[in-house]
């Protein structure tokens, strides 16, 4: 049925009106213009209503009314359910694990070890591992021969406290701290039979008293670097879980949950054929995905605006780079068929490193490269953004100058210092990253000029001109910090005294830092302690379990990397192996 305009000075009903408003958002809506953006959630229409009067004296009376409509992202729209004349394949398993990570390898040993009957689903050709460290936790037997005591009570306060603003779910963090030793030197024990060295990474630590424990010690697994190895772990894993009884399956993408009667009975999948194979599940599936740092379209969504505009600046997300498979798989399915998630913007996993070449920046960042993984650009040197100006005090710890440098122009920087910096250097304490051996900082420096990361002159105005940085106001920034460096006191932003160090003797030099997302250890489904999924109404899902980053509740607002080192693999492989056990016996 048509609808007429109405006749010049005819009235238009307030009712008639937002039924109008309504009808053409609809419209918006259905036509796709609104449905295929991530954002905006919310639309608000304003529009007009002239009324003509015919008395004595024509008046013209004008009505706004405004109608929001709250739209879902398409991305978040649970897509038609595959029908089952399209499944080419059918497999029957007690557990079904999604995902071949640290998480989801943990799990399934777990599961299997149980006696479940366990398939694991992976859409990379291989298990999908990487990093550095796993935390032991209060009773890590390699900490007790090293004679190394660790105050965990004090270290858990600080990261639900300081770190995470109380924005966590204390019982999930103190699920971890009760269970992760057994695991941690289980797993220490398996890489040392497989010729993995396992080993204690005792870092300096920070000068400044508050924060004098920091970084605190943990578990390595290389003997070439302190910031890679985990990944030798994979091929062990595998194998454990493989040995007894699990089954796995990669290039094997998990597209849908299957839920019936409320509880989830499996998942289908696609493999590298495009044949969809349906798992059922006698159990339970657990949830093992990642994170979702190699979807643009979620990071614009859930994570913080100053992490989410690097996605839109090539090479600033790491892993994607790596294996471009952590798309937020798992948080999708879960939302699609009634699951909570943790409420954004979610905690980013950022580090800093070097610019010009990419190689050379990864591979300083793994520490396979010159400085083993240390970094100058991690000192307290004087740091400028692109526009010559100072923005921070230099000494803070690690994460506390990462959110400053996210914050900059371009998520960018340059540490200056002049010909001194290797006496400088020795006098900086530790803290993350710095480098306290004048031979490494040569190293370091050497590789970075090499690679396009760092610049040197014998004059301000052409270092300033070398960092394409405008001459007069870096010129102002240098001699305002020198003159704060003869004073003894950082008036501008409170940087100790013992590393106010003038920028006077050439060379000079200017090694380009940058801010890049690792992933979004945040930003899971919720879940209980038992590691259920739970829905908006903090219910268990029946059937669903989820570990690692696909689970959520232990993060909030950023990742320290010095409050308790390696916590994000700690936690994958503890809440692995504890979702295995709870999701054969549930």
Known sequence: MSEQAPEKGAKISRRGFLSATA????????????????????????????????????????????VTVTVEPAILTPPPPIPDEKIAEKITADIVVVGAGL????????????????????????????GAHINPGPAG??????????????????????????????????????????????????????????????????????WSNWPRPTYKFSNETDFDGVAQLAPVLEKLAKDKGAKFYYNTRAVQLIREDGKVKGVI?????????????????????????????????????????????PNRIIYPMITPTNTGDGQLMGLWIGADLDEPPH?????????????????????????????????????????????????LPWMWTINRVLQQPKAMYWAVLDSKWEE????????YRRITDPELGKEFLQGALNNGAAVTANTIEELAEK???????????????????????????????????????????????????????????????????????????PGLFAAGNAAGGFYAQYYS???????????????????????VRS
């Open 103 to 130: 998480a989801g390898l943990m799990a399934a040993y777990s599961a299997a070890e149980e006696g479940a009957n366990t398939v694991v689903i992976e859409k990379h050709k291989g298990p999908n591992v990487r």
């Open 467 to 541: 960092m394409e940085v405008p001459i007069e106001t870096f010129k102002k920034t240098v001699e305002r910090y020198n003159e704060l460096c003869k004073k003894g006191v950082d008036e501008d932003f409170g940087k100790p005294s013992r590393y106010m160090e003038p920028i006077e003797n050439p060379p000079f030099y200017a090694i380009q830092g940058i801010a890049v997302l690792l992933n979004m250890v945040g930003g899971g489904l919720k879940v209980n302690n038992k590691l259920q999924v739970l829905d908006k109404e903090g219910k268990p899902i």
């Open 23 to 66: 009808t053409g958002v609809a419209g918006l809506v259905v036509g796709g213009i609104i449905g295929s953006q991530v954002f905006p959630r919310e639309i608000k229409v304003t529009e007009t209503k002239v009324e003509t009067t015919t008395a004595t004296k024509p008046t013209t009376i004008t009505q706004t009314s405004t």
């Open 561 to 583: 990397l010095v409050v308790i080192p390696g916590l994000s693999h700690s936690r994958a492989v503890t809440f692995g192996y504890l979702a295995g056990k709870n999701a």
């Open 424 to 431: 400088q250097v020795t006098k900086h304490g530790g803290g």
């Open 269 to 313: 999948a696609q493999d590298a054929n495009g044949r969809y194979i349906k798992f059922i599940s006698n159990k339970a599936v657990i949830l093992c995905t990642g994170d979702y740092s190699s979807n643009k379209d979620l990071l614009k969504l859930w994570a913080p605006p100053e992490v989410a505009r690097l996605a839109d600046i």
């Open 347 to 395: 905690c980013p996993l950022c580090y800093i490193m070097t610019g010009g070449d990419v190689g050379f920046a990864i591979s300083s960042l793994a520490g396979l490269g010159p400085g083993k993984g240390y970094m100058l650009i991690c000192n307290p040197f004087l740091f400028v953004n692109i526009l010559g100006e100072r923005f921070t005090n230099e000494a």
């Open 141 to 210: 037997k390699l900490f007790k021969e090293a004679g190394i005591s660790v105050d965990y009570e004090k270290a858990i306060r600080e990261q639900i406290d300081t770190i995470s603003g109380n924005k966590v779910n204390e019982s999930l963090v103190r699920l971890w701290l009760a269970n992760s030793s057994k695991i941690a030197d289980f797993i220490a024990d398996l890489a040392r039979a497989n010729g993995i060295p396992a080993q204690v990474l005792k870092p300096k630590t920070y000068l400044e008293d508050e």
